[in-house]
């Protein structure tokens, strides 16, 4: 059974950095990719990053790129997305989801981490 769980959300202000964590077992992670999608209050879900597990090719929405950084630790089967520069429009529940990499990019991964808050305000 594949599980996926997410810790580091967190309250930080603008301009602060956060680093997510994705532990996932249940699977072997070589033959997935991993993502993370965000939803805010009122917006629709949004994907923000991901990661071939296989290649390491990583992929970034337009309004991270440069200030998040996606990494694999294949040993420790979990992903981590270090988030720099944060803005408030950041803030959001980020979820980790796993699936082929055609899955993610599509918006629609089969599995589902539980999401953590990420909140950046003074």
């Known amino acids: 059974q594949v599980q996926l769980v997410e810790s580091g959300g967190g309250l930080v202000q603008p301009g602060g950095s956060l680093r997510l964590s994705c532990a996932a077992s249940g699977f072997t992670l070589d033959n997935y990719a991993i993502g993370w999608f965000r939803q805010a209050p009122g917006k629709e879900r949004e994907g923000v990053s991901c990661?071939?597990?296989?290649?390491?090719?990583?992929y970034y929405a337009d309004s991270v790129k440069g200030r998040f950084t996606i990494s694999r630790d294949n040993v420790k089967n979990t992903v981590y997305l270090q988030m720099n520069s944060l803005k408030p429009e950041d803030t959001a529940v980020y979820y980790c989801a796993t699936d082929t990499l055609d899955a993610l990019v599509a918006g629609s991964p089969g599995y589902w981490g539980q999401g953590t808050q990420v909140t950046v305000s003074s």
């Open positions: 990661i071939s597990i296989s290649d390491g090719g990583t």
